[in-house]
């Protein structure tokens, strides 16, 4: 009974529909045999062609799919965009001109000829101007094009330090007022937009607080000899308590297990920071607003003024046996941790050499900071491990002139490159540390696949 009903369908559609398509297809005949006398030839062409579009259409929705073949559907949708295509871009035939348009005046007013850029004809006989070729400039010049686009706006270069010494200066006069039992000594300012090294924006600085230490209460113990067994960090252990009991140094209140812990002095300056100082009053005095970061593990401010928005880290500092030594300890249960830095031994370092033989180091400095600045892949290595790197191979590569700048540039990446497969990376100052211990692998694998393709064409880091 199925087969009945569906051979009974077929019939009546290719009955009924068949019967309409040859009748179009008479009509068709019969104005593709009178087009050329009634349009004329381009007329006559463009009825053909559409005509022909549309009996495809029509011939390929009639007939019989083959139901076997699942690209069929496919097919003919493809083939219905191509016809369409077709109709679009026949010639359109000339307008007809209509009675009022005779009484306009041939001559037209003349109009700027516009060039077709594909190509245009020459008169004979005029003189032809040869283009000059584009110029490709070199990595060199290309370099020195962007050291320029790096500066600092010279409103935030005068308005950020004037504005951070005025908060600095606030701060320690309440912790004076509010804590004169510590001894803290005279708070100064860091960072790279003091040393000229800063790019793009000044949009951080350091709050530096030193914490004075009686040398004879104190004695400083490696991390290699602690549970963590890395030497970038050190302890501070309290001595001589048989001698010296609790209370003869300011600083014993922040003792955990005999150490001086870097996280309760934090935790200390922070319930400070938070609930005990008058930012608004001290912000109004000063022109603008200053809110401390709450959620922030670090002691940290945020101040916006009308024309800049500046952020503010503050670091407890201890300077002993020619250490400098920062209250960031790191991740985990160990708390009475401190952090070597050496970010004066290193901004000293380059400023030496560059003055030994007016070299560019500050220069390629500034330019690969900024790169690693403005693409988040490379924000860790921007800084100490992008200058260890340049002071690396100033003990190898002699010429560091401007006009060295690309050949230097050049060998910075690969030296990164290569640091970046072995996962070490030297410290310049203490060859027992390595500045990529606390990178994950994924972080160390996107950067090297930034700086890889960059070894080629460096210039894809200066877009």
Request: hydrophobic fraction near 40%; charge should be negative.
């Amino acid at each position: 009974m199925t087969a009945f009903w569906q051979q009974r369908g077929r019939r009546q559609e290719n009955g009924g529909l068949g019967s309409v398509i040859d009748g179009l297809g008479s009509v068709f005949d019969v104005l593709l045999a009178n087009a050329r006398l009634v349009l004329g030839v381009s007329g006559a062409a463009v009825l053909a062609i559409a005509t022909l579009a549309v009996k495809r259409l029509i011939d390929r929705a009639t007939s019989p799919r083959d139901e076997g073949d699942p690209k069929a559907e496919q097919k003919s949708l493809e083939e219905s965009w191509q016809d369409l295509a077709l109709i679009k871009t026949t010639p359109k035939p000339p307008k007809k001109q209509r009675r009022e348009d005779l009484s306009e005046p041939l001559l037209s007013p003349a109009r700027p000829v516009v060039p077709d850029p594909r190509g245009c004809s020459v008169p004979l006989g005029a003189p032809q101007v040869k283009s000059s070729p584009l110029r490709c400039l070199t990595l060199q010049e290309k370099l020195l094009s962007h050291s320029s686009q790096l500066a600092v706006p010279e409103i935030q270069a005068s308005l950020v330090p004037q504005l951070a010494r005025s908060i600095c200066t606030q701060l320690q006069n309440f912790l004076r007022n509010k804590c004169p039992e510590l001894s803290f000594g005279r708070f100064f300012l860091r960072g790279a937009l003091l040393d000229g090294l800063e790019v793009l924006a000044a949009d951080h600085i350091h709050l530096m607080l030193p914490v004075v230490l009686d040398a004879g209460l104190w004695s400083l113990i490696s991390g290699e000899d602690t549970v963590v067994r890395n030497p970038q960090y050190w302890m501070i252990k309290r001595i001589d308590l048989g001698y010296f009991p609790r209370g003869c140094s300011p600083w014993d209140r922040f003792i955990v297990g005999r150490y001086l812990s870097s996280s309760v002095l934090n935790e200390t300056l922070h319930k400070l920071l938070v609930a005990s100082i008058n930012w608004p009053a001290i912000g109004g005095l000063l022109g603008c607003a200053i809110h401390p970061v709450v959620a922030s593990r670090e002691l940290k401010l945020e101040v916006k003024h009308d024309q800049v928005e500046l952020s503010i880290t503050l670091f407890p500092v201890v300077e002993m046996e020619d250490k400098v030594l920062l209250a960031v300890p790191p991740e985990g249960l160990v708390e009475n941790l401190w952090l070597e830095s050496f970010y004066k031994a290193e901004v000293s370092r380059v400023k030496e050499l560059d003055a030994g033989d007016s070299g560019a180091r500050q220069l390629c400095l500034r330019i690969l900071n900024g790169i690693c600045r403005s693409q988040p892949s490379l924000h860790k290595l921007g800084g100490s491990p992008v200058t260890h790197i340049i002071l690396h191979l100033s003990d190898t590569a002699s010429d560091w002139a401007e006009e060295s700048l690309a050949d230097r540039f050049q060998q910075v990446l690969e030296e990164l490159v290569a640091c970046l497969e072995k996962g070490v990376l030297l410290c310049y100052f203490n060859p027992k540390i390595n500045l990529f211990s606390g990178l994950l692998e994924e972080e160390i694998d996107e950067m090297g696949f930034v700086l890889y393709r960059a070894i080629s064409e460096p210039e894809l880091l200066l877009k």
